[in-house]
């Protein structure tokens, strides 16, 4: 493969991906998200910005995604129906870094993030 046909491949990658994060956002609702922990409870997404100020306020998966890779860092994505709710897995890689964000209705409970 020539360096010119990487660049495409390359290009066309980040096409799809642009276009994955613009639709689903243009078609998801604007339902609740949350961070699900090992045991299904559920905290505030407010969790990511005091781990690292720098990611900001975070409203959903996809707006963290395009956090991620603006910020040069591959983002492994996989959306799951599981009938209570879609689960949106992200794993970064060069973070060390992997959640499962969560809509309301797939929350057993609510983990106490302010201690």
């Not at 990487?6 to 949350?34: H, N, P, Q």
Request: glycine letters at 8%; one cysteine or more; a neutral charge.
């Amino acid at each position: 493969m020539t360096s010119g046909s990487r660049c495409r491949v390359r290009g066309a990658g980040l096409l799809v991906s642009t276009l994955w994060l613009v639709s689903a956002v243009a078609l998801g609702d604007s339902a609740e998200w949350f961070l699900l922990s090992r045991h299904g409870e559920c905290a505030p997404l407010s969790v990511l910005n005091r781990k690292n100020p720098e990611w900001g306020q975070v409203k959903d998966p996809y707006q963290f995604i395009e956090k991620m890779r603006m910020a040069g860092h591959r983002t492994d994505v996989r959306e799951y129906n599981t009938g209570e709710g879609i689960v949106v897995q992200v794993d970064v890689p060069a973070v060390e870094l992997s959640l499962l964000f969560v809509e309301r209705s797939a929350c057993r409970g609510f983990i106490d993030h302010e201690r």
